[in-house]
T-cell receptor, first 114, second 112 residues
Framework: KNQVEQSPQSLIILEGKNCTLQ??????????LRWYKQDTGRGPVSLTI?????NTKSNGRYTATLDADTKQSSLHITASQLSDSASYIC?????????????FGKGTKLSVKP | SQTIHQWPATLVQPVGSPLSLECTVE??????LYWYRQAAGRGLQLLFY??????ISSEVPQNLSASRPQDRQFILSSKKLLLSDSGFYLC???????????FGPGTRLTVL
């Protein structure tokens, strides 16, 4: 069964600190992996999208890595800011799947405290 | 640039009442459109998607239906709401199924 598991479920860090969020998946065949940021009560916003051949991709202070062999991805946030407080959702697309074949993780809720 | 709108932003409805949520996209043509529901503490669940006018695919059996009367308009409906229909409803669009999806601001639905 295609699944996307994220850890931790929630995380509290102090402003200025770094953190890493994890995503493990069992989706096969794999097409791409996406990380979204979702502020409370808002729609998700795309941070990165990576295909099979990409190992790392950055978007400002956000850096995503992908290991397609172990089926793991991580999202590293550098020098966190209060505005980073949000849920971070890992989404994996199944290659050749229907239009609906995106498998969503439940997200990691990050709280950045001053 | 492309923008996606949803309304209303919040809605409180009694059990058994009808529902109509609207999503419109601007600045693009022939987008793929999606309706998702996000329940508290759970991941996004795809409800419907559409690749063109009048073309609707349902991912899960439920009390809801969707329609696409115009190229950039996607509507989520119900004839009689259930308590379990409460949740955060998100509309999204994309150029193709491999491309990233762009989400709307969402509608918070509470069924009492």
């Amino acid at each position: 069964k295609n699944q996307v598991e994220q850890s931790p479920q929630s995380l509290i860090i102090l402003e200025g600190k770094n953190c890493t969020l994890q995503c493990n998946y069992t989706v096969s065949p794999f097409s791409n992996l996406r990380w979204y940021k979702q502020d409370t009560g808002r729609g998700p916003v795309s941070l990165t999208i990576m295909t099979f051949s990409e190992n790392t991709k950055s978007n400002g202070r956000y850096t995503a890595t992908l290991d397609a062999d172990t089926k793991q991805s991580s999202l590293h946030i550098t020098a966190s800011q209060l505005s980073d407080s949000a849920s971070y959702i890992c989404v994996v697309s199944e290659y050749g799947g229907s239009q609906g074949n995106l498998i969503f993780g439940k997200g990691t809720k990050l709280s950045v405290k001053p | 640039s492309q923008t996606i709108h949803q309304w209303p932003a919040t809605l409180v409805q009694p059990v058994g009442s009808p529902l109509s949520l609207e999503c419109t996209v601007e600045g693009t043509s022939n987008p793929n459109l999606y309706w998702y529901r996000q329940a508290a503490g759970r991941g996004l669940q795809l409800l419907f998607y559409s690749v063109g006018i009048g073309q609707i695919s349902s991912e899960v059996p439920q009390n809801l239906s969707a329609s696409r009367p115009q190229d950039r308009q996607f509507i989520l409906s119900s004839k009689k709401l259930l308590l379990s229909d409460s949740g955060f409803y998100l509309c999204a669009w994309t150029y193709s199924k491999r491309a990233e999806q762009f989400f709307g601001p969402g509608t918070r639905l509470t069924v009492l």
